[in-house]
């Protein structure tokens, strides 16, 4: 029996230094997927940065132009309003020869 213990003691020690290269594998792995996903959410998050800051300069864009079309449209507003109050003057003018 002791030939056998010695046998199992002997598998167990081989078993334990098996199971301790296998747990320092696993955390070499966890930690190289640890650093990718960081990588990947690093990128993601300039990513989104990127988009926020094209979409902040293509607001300001728009924005402005809207600004000179609203300029632009109350000039044209004011023109035909002036021209309406100078058709009603004439229109009145020959109402008042009649």
């Known amino acids: 029996m002791t030939e056998r213990g010695e046998d199992v003691g002997v598998q167990v020690a ?3 230094r098996k199971v301790d290269a296998l ?4 955390n070499q792995r966890f930690e190289e997927m640890n650093q990718m996903v960081n990588v990947r959410f690093a ?3 300039e990513a989104f940065a ?3 800051r094209y979409t902040d300069f293509a607001y300001d864009r ?4 809207i ?3 609203d300029a632009r449209l109350t000039t044209l507003e004011t023109k035909v309003d002036s021209g309406f109050a100078r058709m009603e003057r004439k229109l009145d003018q020959l109402l008042d020869r009649t």
């Not at 747990?23 to 696993?26: F, G, K, L």
């Not at 728009?62 to 132009?65: A, I, Q, S, V």
């Open 14 to 16: 081989a078993i334990d």
């Open 23 to 26: 747990a320092v594998t696993m």
């Open 43 to 45: 990128e993601v998050s």
């Open 50 to 52: 990127e988009q926020r």
């Open 62 to 65: 728009l924005d402005g132009r």
């Open 67 to 69: 600004s000179q079309f």
